[in-house]
Structure formats: structure tokens, C-alpha cells
């Protein structure tokens, strides 16, 4: 009796003994369906443990914080997928993002020296020291972008030996990704409120691109990381050119699901003040509870850049988005024709949105204020001709 | 404990100053972006930006400041697109009357049970200016002939009328309990001749003249609710059918998901006339509905229902109810041109039944011209 009471203490302790062992996680904060592949039975709970060699899978409209122990976060967006390759409380994590968006924040090693942790993707790699940052990888377009929140993240693009590498061994690929991190010919520096993409054609990621203002600000103050700090922290970022040597535009959007970045394009102004670049047209608009961007009404972004018609909404406005913004999609990106700058659509616009050039964000407005009044049916039973004395052409 | 309830009470304060001043430091970032948009007279732009400032911004100082420039962007965009403020139209329409109604204030109007086709001459102008961002100013002038083709029935053609009419309005927008809102202030006059003789001669039949004062409050993107009093002064060429009336309303336009509008009202018309036996009170409610169908074509159903107390002529009439339903629509056909069609039926009831019980269907159709 005294040795089966005994046994089962002990397979109760098990896990708890192993999860203590084993390097893990802890999730902080989940919502929505969220899964790990390896235990697919498995419910996740606040306060679970995730362990090393684990993959977090969450659905749409899901999410999953979790924090380690080396001071530590990493926050997992929606449709996404991450495998957690090594998790060492002094050494270097190693995290695979697999497709989705990820948020993480790495507290700076006292002595300030060696990498925190690095994120790769299927194309590229980032070292992490003591910073705030947003990945986002598309592996349709296999696109990787990168937002630096706060402090610097160093990017490479991954090469294929490496991939094969770190299919291998994850200590293997933490060391051949830590050395190519460290050389500066490969690697781009991305600064606080700069952005960096690296695309499957290019040699090296693309010269770090100041993030459209609002929109920054907007992914910062939501992510959840950012609202675990102390109050005074302000959001801040580093000035950057308003064109990089690449002739990339700055203040252009990152569309988190897609990895793109919709940079100025036709007739854009320099915003002299931010020195940014602001888009002109009906490009969509920043969502202000999530800092996601939000293609303009009826259209619909593809993985390739190219807009289309949503045909389950009619657009407000018939332009084309991808005339007034250029995508990157890291080949013969000059070469793309533009989208004809006269709208070809059927049912949308109606007669006072063609005369007054309304838009969603515009709507139709009279031509002088209560005008509409007038000209909107209704009120002029009573306001103009009076009611009264009826003339004949009323109503 | 206490200490535990102050803590707890110091992390909620903390988190909501932490949140203000998020949501002010996104508010600034977006107006920067539309003021560098305004800067540039790009103002579609400029007020997207500004309304995600607006709806961002927690100070309501600064939301306030906010909402100004989304007005003042509106209103410079106004200006930018419009190359003048005058307007001028032109219409012409022909008509069909299965029942021609004696003229005059709509609560004595009679029918004369005859049929006769006609037309319709109009003429209209208006001059906007809008002096400051939220100031402007209106005049309007409107002359209208109406002809019946039949001359053979001196009471038919003894309605041939010309009207003229007059107004100006100041009109302000503002915000009416944080919300926006614009009011308009008119003051309006009708000057009308008729051959109410049958001599084939147009002669001065009434004049009019009063004030609206109308408040339309934006409760939502797609609703607007409208406060109105319109206080008239009515004279007749014969003197005691003259009549001072004085209509409060109450209005709602709803703008559909789908960009149509419907449209309602309700007003009550408090009529006291030269000789107390014209005293009435009208009680009315419409609804329209404002479809638009394609690019160009809108088509507008109405109803409209109307109860008349007559006081002193209640043991002759009664109270009186008047249906009115119809459909108008208007195609524009080029920038200038617009065909417009009405199609209106009419009942009224009343105890006296020679008279003031009648059915009338009218069908206009007609061209206007905007110079």
C-alpha cells in the first residue's frame, strides 16, 4: 500500500518536478483558441508552462503572452505560429516564428554583452539584446518585417544552410546565427521607430524605413507588452532619413498580416515637421485599438501587394489604393505600372458622393454648411419653398 | 487594508493617466499628419486624419480643437472645389391635374373637380458665402409660373399663378452638448400674383413672410436629429384669409449602412387666422425615403399624413385628414442637365364633402439646367 501511495505522489510530482527541470515558459496572457502543437489535447490556462521544443499555435482573433524566466516576454498574435528551440535562463533563447506576428521584450544582460535571444523566420534572423520589437512573417510571400519598439535589433537574412543547420541541432543554429549576427556587412541595425524587411531575392535586409508615426505609436501604446510598463514611459524613436539610400520613402504602414510596407507613393507630401512622407489618396487607415493597418473599405490586400475588390463590401471609394502607395515585394519593384488613376467600378458611388468627391473619411458635405439640408431631401417641405403657400414643383 | 485600498486606488488612477496620455500622444501624431495634409489643400485626407485624431483623442480640450479643424477642413474644402458660390437653375416640366385645387394656404385649399394639364417654369438662384470656419451666409430667390392648358374654365385658368420667393439664412456650425451640430436662421418672404379674376391678367393674390429657426444635431456618423420652428405671417388679397402660423417640428434623417437616406418628420401648425373661424391646427407626419440607384438615378417614395382640427368650422368639417403619397425621382444625365419625375396622390376627408373632400393625382415631368 505504502509503495503504490508512494508511486502515485510520484507521478503526480512528475510533471511538476519536469516542468521545474526542463527550461519553460509561462503563460501570462491568452485569449481566444490557442494551441500547442505537440499536445494538441492539451487546454491552455494562465499560469500553464510552455516548454522548450514546444510550438504555440494560435487561431484568428487569438492571442497568447508568455513570460521566461531570463525577465522575458514574448507575445503571440493571431494566425500565428512559433516553436520555442531553446530557452536558457543565462545563455541565448532561440525562437522560430513560423508564420504570424510576434512581439517580444528582452531585458539587457547586466554586463550588457551577448545576445539575448534570437527570432528567426524561414528568411531571416534577429539578434535581440535589451529591446521592444515586432516580427511579422508571411510565408506566402516569405517576407519578413521587422518594427523596433525600443533600443536596436540587429537583422540578417537567413541562408539556406542555415535553415538545414538549425533543423539539426538548436544549439548548432543559435551559434551560426549568433556569428552571422555579428557581422555588420550582413546585418542591418534597425533603430527605435524604424523598420527593416527582408525579402527571399535580396542579399541583405532592406535599409531601415522610419514607420509611419501614428501608426507606430498606435502598435506601441496597444501591444500588450508595451502596457506592462511604468506610467511615465513616453514612446519614443529615432530620426530618420525621410528617403534611405534605397530611395525607400519613409512613413509608410506595415500590414501585419501580409508583411508589406505601403510606402508613399504618387503625389505623396513631405510631412516637414515629422519628416515622413504621408500617402495621398484613400489608402485605408490605422487601426486605433490595435495598430494594425486597415485597408479602405470594399478593397482587400493580397499577399503579392496587389489590391482587390472585397466582394463583401462595396467600396465608399473607388480608387484604386495601389495607385497612391508602392510595395515592396523585393523584386522589380520600379518596374510595377500603376493602377489607372480614374476609378472602374459599377455600383458604388451615388450622384452627391460624384459631385462632391466624398470618401469614408469624408463624407459627402454640402456646399455650404446646412446646404445638405436643403439638398437632402425631406427638410425642404418645410425649410425652402415653405409649406404653407405649396409651390407646384413641391414635393 | 487601507494601505491595500490606496494602492489599488493609485494603479487605477495611474492606468487611466497612462492611458490619456497614450491616446493624446496618437491623437497629436495623427494631427500632425492632417495638418500637414491641410497645409497642402489636400483636405480629404486631412479630415481622415483628423477624425482618427478626434476619435483618439481622451483631452477634450484638445478633441474639441480637433473637431474645429475637421470643420475648417470641410469648409476650406468646400471652398477649394467650388469654383463660385452662385447658383443658378433652370426648369421646365410639364404636368397633369385630375383635380385642380383653388390656390392659397394649403388648411382652406378646395378642389374644383376638373382635370387640366399645365406647366411649370422655374427659376432659382442662391448665393453662399462662408466667412470664418464655422460661419456662413445664404440668399436664396425662387420664381415659379404656373400655367394651366385649359382656358376654356375661367376656374381652372384663374389659378395661373406666379410666385416669387426670398431668403436669407446665417448659419453656424457648432457643438450642441459635445456633439456636433449646425443651426440655421432664416428669414424668408413669398410674394405671389395670380389671375384669381379668371380675366386672363396676373394681379397680387398674397404675400408671406416669417423666420426658421432649424437645429440639426449629428447624434451619429448616419443620424441627425433636426429641431425646427417656423413662425409665418400670411396676407391674402382678401384680407380675412390671412393667417399667422407658427410650426414646431421635429426631424430625423438616418443615413443607411448603404448610403440612402430616410427621412421623417413630425410638425404641428398652430393656425390663427384674421377671422377667428380660420383658426386651425394641423398635426402632420411624413416619411421619405432616399434611394439611389447607381451613379446618377435616385428615387425618392414619400407618405405623408396630415389631421386638421378646424375649431370653429368643426360642425361644417369636421376634422380633417389628408393622405398624400407619392414617388419623385431625378436622373442627371450630364453634369448640367437632370431629369426629374413626380408621380403624387392625394385624399383628403372631411365632413363637408362638396368642398374640401377631394382626390387629386398630379404627374410632373420636367427638365432643369444648372448654369
Redesign the interface.
Known sequence: MKLFLLLIATLLLLPQLQAATVPHGTVVLIKGNVKIQERPRTILQKGDYISQGETIVTASSSLIKVSFPNASTIFLGPNSSVKLFMLEEKGTNLINLLKGQIEAQYQKNPDGKGLKAIVKTNTAALGVRGTQFLVTYNPVNNITSSVTFEGHVSLIKNQKRWNDICSQSASSCTKVLDQALQKTHLAQIIPAGGMSQVFPQQFRPSIPVALNKAQFISLVINSPIHQDRPTSQSVNFEALPAVTKEGRRSGGIIDLKTSLYLEPGEGAILNKKTNQFQARGEVGKISLQTGEYIPPTGWKMNPNGNFERDKAQDPIHGQNPNHWIRISNGENDNKRPLPPAVPNLGKILHKKMLQNNCSQNSPCQPKIPGQDLIENGGIKFFAFPRAIVRLRAVP | MKFFLIFILANLL??S??FA???D??AN??K??A???AE?E????A???Y??AA??AFNQELKHKIMLSI?HA??K??EL??EH?W?FTF?Q?A?YDSNVLRQ????QQTGTQKASPGT?T?LYQSY???FSK?H?L?Q?L?L?Y?RYTDRAHSNIYSNDSL?G?F?F?Y???HLFMRTKA?A?Y?V?A?Y?LQDYEGKNTLRYF?K?Y?I?L?E?IQTS?SHDL?F?V?I?K?DNENRENG?T?I?P?L?S?LKTS????I?Q?L?S?FITGEVSTNDSRVYQY?I?Y?R?L?????I?P?LQFQLQDTKEQKDTRGTESNYLG?L?S?Y?FSKKWSFDS?L?HRRRYSKEKTLYTYYQTLL?LGASYEF
Open positions: 495611474l492606468g493617466l497612462s496620455q497614450d491616446s500622444t496618437l501624431a495623427f500632425e499628419q495638418d500637414s495634409y497642402s489636400l483636405y480629404d485626407e479630415i481622415g486624419q477624425q482618427q476619435d483618439a470643420e470641410k469648409l474644402k468646400i472645389n467650388k458660390n447658383d426648369g416640366s404636368f392659397g394656404p394649403e388648411s411649370v422655374n453662399a458665402k462662408s464655422i456662413a445664404q436664396q425662387g415659379i404656373n410666385q420667393s431668403s439664412s448659419l453656424w456650425l449646425q440655421r432664416e424668408f413669398d405671389s398674397s408671406d416669417g426658421n432649424i440639426s456618423q433636426i425646427a417656423r409665418q400670411y393667417l402660423t410650426t417640428s426631424s434623417s448603404s448610403g440612402n437616406t427621412y418628420s410638425e401648425q411624413q421619405s432616399i439611389y447607381g451613379d446618377n438615378l435616385s425618392t414619400y407619392g419623385s431625378s442627371k413626380s403624387v410632373q
